[in-house]
């Protein structure tokens, strides 16, 4: 599996964890330091063993019953507060 912080380009790999099963979800991590405050958008792909990629956008022929492209997730990095007592985001 693949994570991508920014525009879509520049993916790199993340660590899947658990034990794999045939069809199953699997749990997975990706350490990350954004380099400044703001918005990023994220994005994470699966590859599977023929190395095909996740698509990017939802194929219309499969609406809903085939959910299985990239959806992207928007967070916000805030300054580091000085004191916990300021404030505590997550």
């Not at 063993?49 to 022929?61: I, M, N, T, W």
């Not at 916000?76 to 997550?90: A, L, S």
């Amino acid at each position: 599996m693949q994570v991508c912080t920014g525009d879509g380009r520049g993916w790199r790999e993340g660590r899947l964890l658990e034990t794999e099963r045939p069809f199953a979800w699997r749990l997975w991590e990706y350490m990350w330091t954004p380099e400044e405050v703001g918005r990023y958008i994220l994005r994470c792909r699966a590859i599977d063993g023929a190395g095909c990629v996740q698509p990017e956008l939802p194929r219309s022929d499969c609406e809903s019953y085939a959910a299985n492209w990239i959806v992207p997730v928007e967070v916000t990095v805030v300054p580091e507060p000085q004191t916990y007592e300021e404030e505590f985001v997550i």
